[in-house]
C-alpha cells in the first residue's frame, strides 16, 4: 500500500518567515495531494491541493509543488502569520483511498 | 447549514461492548469516508463508501464495520471494542469521486477501557 512520509514533524518560524514542509510517497500510481490544516481541537480543513497532471500551484501566501519523478510533494507558506500555527498533513490518493502523513506542528513565533 | 455531523461527540465504553458512532451529512455527498487520529501516525483511512451499498476497506480497517444504506448515513460499527481502538473518529464527504474537497465532521473522541 502507500506509504507517505512527512517533515518535520515539529516546525518554528518567525512571524514574516517562510515555512516549508515537505512529504514523499511510495504508490506512482497515487494521483491527488491535498493539505490540510488542523487547528488545535478542530478538524481538518484543505488549504491547497494538486493533482500529478500539475507542478505547482499557488493560492496567496500558499503554494505547493510536486516532483512525480522524485515521488515528493512541498506545501510552502510565505509571510507567515500567527494564524497559520496549527498541525499542517499532507495526504496521497489514487482511487479514493487516502493516506496521510503524521503531521507537522507549525509554530508561528510574533 | 451544509454541514458533516457525528454522534456522539464523547463516548466512554468498556471492552467488547457493541458500539455505533453515526455519520450524517446533507450535501447530498456520494462518497464518505472514515478516519482514525492517533498522535503521531496522523489520520489513517478506515473505509470508504462511493455510494449506497458500495463501501470498500482504508488501511486499517480491521476491528470496524460500516454500511451505506442511505446516501445522507455512514455508520462506523465496532462490534468489541477493544482498547487499541481508543481514538479520535472523523467522518468526511465529497460530492463525488471527481471532486477533490472532503469535508471533514466535528469528530468523535472514543476511549475504550
Known amino acids: 500500500g502507500e506509504n507517505v512520509e512527512q517533515h518535520p514533524s515539529t516546525l518554528s518560524v518567525q512571524e514574516g518567515d517562510s515555512a516549508v514542509i515537505k512529504c514523499t510517497y511510495s504508490?506512482?500510481?497515487?494521483?491527488?495531494f491535498p493539505w490540510y490544516k488542523q487547528e488545535l481541537g478542530k478538524r481538518p480543513q484543505l488549504i491547497i491541493d494538486?493533482?500529478?497532471?500539475?507542478g505547482e500551484k499557488k493560492d496567496q501566501r500558499i503554494a505547493v509543488t510536486l516532483n512525480k519523478t522524485a515521488k515528493h510533494f512541498s506545501l510552502h507558506i510565505t509571510e507567515t502569520q500567527p494564524e497559520d500555527s496549527a498541525v499542517y498533513f499532507c495526504?496521497?490518493?489514487?482511487?479514493?483511498?487516502?493516506?496521510f502523513g503524521t503531521g507537522t506542528k507549525l509554530q508561528v513565533i510574533p | 447549514e451544509a454541514q458533516v455531523t457525528q454522534n456522539p461527540r464523547y463516548l466512554i465504553t468498556v471492552t467488547g461492548k457493541k458500539l455505533t458512532v453515526t455519520c450524517s451529512q446533507n450535501?447530498?455527498?456520494?462518497?464518505m469516508s472514515w478516519y482514525r487520529q492517533d498522535p503521531g501516525l496522523g489520520l489513517r483511512q478506515i473505509y470508504y463508501?462511493?455510494?449506497?451499498?458500495?463501501?470498500d476497506k482504508g488501511d486499517v480497517p480491521e476491528g470496524y464495520k460500516v454500511s451505506r444504506k442511505e446516501k445522507r448515513n455512514f455508520p462506523l460499527i465496532l462490534e468489541s471494542p477493544s482498547p487499541n481502538q481508543t481514538s479520535l473518529y472523523f467522518c468526511?464527504?465529497?460530492?463525488?469521486?471527481?471532486?477533490?474537497?472532503?469535508?471533514f465532521g466535528p469528530g468523535t473522541r472514543l476511549t475504550v477501557l
Open positions: 468526511a464527504s465529497k460530492y463525488s469521486r471527481d471532486h477533490n474537497e472532503q469535508f
Open positions: 504508490d506512482s500510481a497515487s494521483n491527488y
Open positions: 494538486i493533482r500529478s497532471n500539475v
Open positions: 495526504a496521497a490518493s489514487r482511487d479514493q483511498k487516502v493516506t
Open positions: 450535501m447530498n455527498h456520494e462518497y
Open positions: 463508501s462511493m455510494n449506497v451499498e458500495v463501501t
